[in-house]
Each structure stands twice: as structure tokens, then as C-alpha cells.
């Protein structure tokens, strides 16, 4: 599982295919890359597994739709025109009706890149390429801390 690091304590880093016991965790993911073939690759590994999933191709489109979609989890690639991974993610944070919103980095990273990261507050790491049941995983993870943390559990 190379690509991926822990961050601070709380964060959440790809796991066991099982999550806090709940196997059938749903909800709606927002993907963000500027690549289609990745967006779509992700979108039908997470279909597979029940959840909704909405496609953005930059940061900037992401943050008009995150309105509209109210995503449980968004994942966001770093090197994307207009508005990159990073900089969406601190603007997602700075917003109060997405600075809950749980993120992952789904991209190439480098080291600096998870500094970074983990400095804006994003939630979880998968390094470029990946293995479907990791991208699962890391999306069912972090949709548990969302639901837990809200208190809704679907």
C-alpha cells in the first residue's frame, strides 16, 4: 500500500476492506481529477460498492458543485489547471459548510505534497496507482467518520 501516510492522530489512512464493523457504508462521493479515464475508473469502483458518485475535472469546478451536491467525502488529485488538489482542500476547509467535509488526496503525491496536505487538514492518502479495494476502503473509512460524526449513520 505504498502512497498512503498517517496523519495526525484522528486522521483516517486506507485500512481493512471492513470498517468499524459496518460492511454496507453508502453515501455520495464527490471525485475530483482532471484526468476522465481515472474520474471514470474511480466513479465504477465506488458504484460498484453502492455508493453515489459526482465527478468534477478541477478544483474550481469542484467548489460549484460541492454546493449543489452536498458530498458525504470528497477525493481530490493534487495537479490539476486552474485550482489544485491542495488549494481546494484549504478551501474547502476555510468554508464553514464544508470545513467538516472529510478529504482524501487520490493522486502522485510527494512528500511535500503530504506536508502540505496534512497542513490544510486533509483526511486520508492514496498514492497513484492504486488498488480498487483501497480506494474503497479509504472512502468506506472515511465515510464512517463522517456518519459517526454527525450522527447519522444511513
Known amino acids: 500500500m505504498q502512497g498512503w501516510k498517517w496523519g495526525k492522530p484522528g486522521r483516517v489512512g486506507v ?16 471525485v475530483v481529477d482532471d484526468n476522465e479515464a481515472i474520474r471514470r475508473l474511480i ?7 453502492g455508493f453515489e458518485v ?3 475535472a478541477d478544483g474550481a ?11 458525504d467525502v470528497v477525493t481530490l488529485d493534487v495537479m490539476m489547471p486552474r485550482l489544485d488538489g491542495l488549494r481546494t482542500a484549504a478551501q474547502l476547509r476555510a468554508q464553514q459548510q464544508t470545513a467538516w467535509l472529510p478529504i482524501a488526496i487520490v493522486s502522485a503525491c510527494t512528500p511535500a505534497d ?3 496536505g496534512e497542513s490544510v487538514g486533509v483526511d486520508g492518502y492514496l498514492g ?9 476502503a479509504l472512502v468506506r473509512r472515511l465515510m ?3 456518519q459517526r460524526e454527525s450522527g447519522k449513520f444511513r
Open 144 to 146: 464512517v467518520k463522517r
Open 61 to 71: 469546478e469542484c467548489l460549484e458543485v460541492v454546493r449543489r451536491v452536498k458530498p
Open 43 to 49: 466513479r465504477v469502483n465506488l458504484e460498484l460498492e
Open 114 to 116: 503530504l506536508d502540505r
Open 15 to 30: 485500512g481493512a476492506r471492513r470498517v468499524g464493523g459496518v460492511e454496507g457504508v453508502s453515501g455520495r462521493v464527490l
Open 54 to 56: 459526482v465527478t468534477a
Open 128 to 136: 497513484k496507482p492504486f488498488e480498487p479495494e483501497d480506494l474503497v
